[in-house]
């Protein structure tokens, strides 16, 4: 009964590949949200979906896409993936139509990518 | 632009001892303030979200405060055990989005 899933919890691969992380909620949230957590343990924000339709691009590399095929889904693909990419990434959903305050994110457990 | 910073960085306590985490924001037009706890290797988990109309909420041994007008939100963590230890973030909404603190990594030792 995981609210918010991400798979893989882990993704090791070699400069040049590209590969995809899939997220899912099951709370009936309309928002779903990617962060980029640094070796700094710095969480930012890189991409938010509201019923499906971006609502938040921040400066990302265009190698970085993301794709919700409903509103329960929101997957990332990274192409030609660089040392850089190496980090945490986090899946989040929330209800934003409830009210901005009311605005409660949910995240997933995370998914450690590693670029050898 | 929305900017939180959260002091200290880092916390080490005795078991049972009460503590103070302090998160500090830029922009006061927020939505509202979120504390998150993550452990080690884990993903975040909410902890208590203050509207933006609101001073406080208390959760168990938790109470968060609010301050808009200061910019300020304050974390209070009564009779703490090790159990406790982790980080903490605090993130504030301000339109479409979440900005995070760098976090106050606690620890509580036995």
């Known amino acids: 009964d995981t609210a918010v899933s991400q798979t893989p919890k882990y993704l090791v691969t070699q400069m040049g590949n590209d590969k995809s992380i899939k997220c899912e909620q099951n709370?009936?949230?309309?928002?779903m949200y990617w962060y980029k957590q640094d070796s700094k343990k710095f969480l930012k924000i890189m991409f938010s979906?509201?019923?499906?339709?971006?609502?938040i691009n921040e400066t990302v590399p265009n190698r970085f896409s993301p794709k919700s095929p409903d509103k329960a889904h929101l997957n990332l693909h990274i192409n030609s993936l660089e040392l850089g990419d190496s980090a945490v990434y986090f899946c989040?959903?929330?209800?934003?139509?409830?009210?901005?305050?009311?605005?409660?994110?949910?995240f997933g457990p995370g998914t450690r990518l590693t670029v050898l | 632009k929305q900017e939180v910073t959260q002091i200290p960085a880092a916390l080490s306590v005795p078991e049972g001892e009460n503590l103070v985490l302090n998160c500090s924001f830029t922009?006061?037009?927020?939505?509202?303030l979120q504390w998150f706890r993550q452990d080690p290797g884990k993903g975040l988990t909410s902890l208590l979200l203050?509207?933006?109309?609101?001073r406080e909420q208390t959760s168990g041994r938790l109470n968060a405060s609010l301050d808009k007008s200061s910019g300020r939100s304050t974390l209070y963590i009564a009779a703490s055990q090790p159990g406790d230890s982790a980080t903490y973030l605090c993130?504030?909404?301000?339109?479409?989005?979440?900005?995070f603190g760098e976090g106050t990594q606690l620890t509580v030792n036995p």
């Open positions: 709370l009936g949230h309309d928002t």
């Open positions: 979906y509201n019923n499906k339709e971006l609502i």
């Open positions: 203050i509207q933006s109309s609101q």
């Open positions: 993130a504030a909404t301000s339109g479409s989005r979440l900005t």
């Open positions: 922009d006061s037009a927020i939505y509202n």
């Open positions: 989040a959903s929330s209800q934003w139509t409830s009210g901005p305050s009311y605005n409660e994110q949910f």
